[in-house]
């Protein structure tokens, strides 16, 4: 599968920004999918998950409860709705899939989008 990420852009903390995920191939349903951000100087970190069927989501602490990660499979779409931003936000956010399952080690994931940057002013 490939993917393309998008939505990106510069936005006042406080604000909102959704972020998409477009997949290519016929079978986009049998993928986990995983959303990451790598911020300057850091290491790629997790940020959420969703299952095959979008049945189950997971949060890293940090966004838990701002971000919200859902699934269209008919269109072959994730998406990331990033509400209440922060300055600690900015990071250039990627997507990534994998039929094996959800974790929140990059490396796991085979297949992932080229990544859209977020920037959060203060």
């Known amino acids: 599968v490939q993917l393309q990420a998008s939505g990106g852009g510069l936005v006042q903390a406080g604000g909102s920004l959704r972020l998409s995920c477009a997949a290519s191939?016929?079978?986009?349903?049998?993928?986990?999918m995983g959303w990451f951000r790598q911020a300057p100087g850091k290491e790629r970190e997790f940020v959420a998950a969703?299952?095959?069927?979008?049945?189950?989501?997971y949060y890293a602490d940090s966004v838990k409860g701002r971000f919200t990660i859902s699934r269209d499979n008919a269109k072959n779409m994730v998406y990331l709705q990033m509400n209440s931003l922060k300055p600690e936000d900015t990071a250039v956010y990627y997507c990534?899939?994998?039929?094996?399952?959800?974790?929140?080690?990059?490396?796991?994931?085979?297949?992932w989008g080229q990544g859209t940057l977020v920037t959060v002013s203060s």
């Open positions: 191939g016929r079978t986009f349903s049998n993928y986990f």
């Open positions: 969703i299952t095959s069927s979008g049945a189950s989501t």
């Open positions: 990534a899939a994998d039929t094996r399952g959800w974790t929140t080690i990059p490396w796991w994931y085979a297949h």
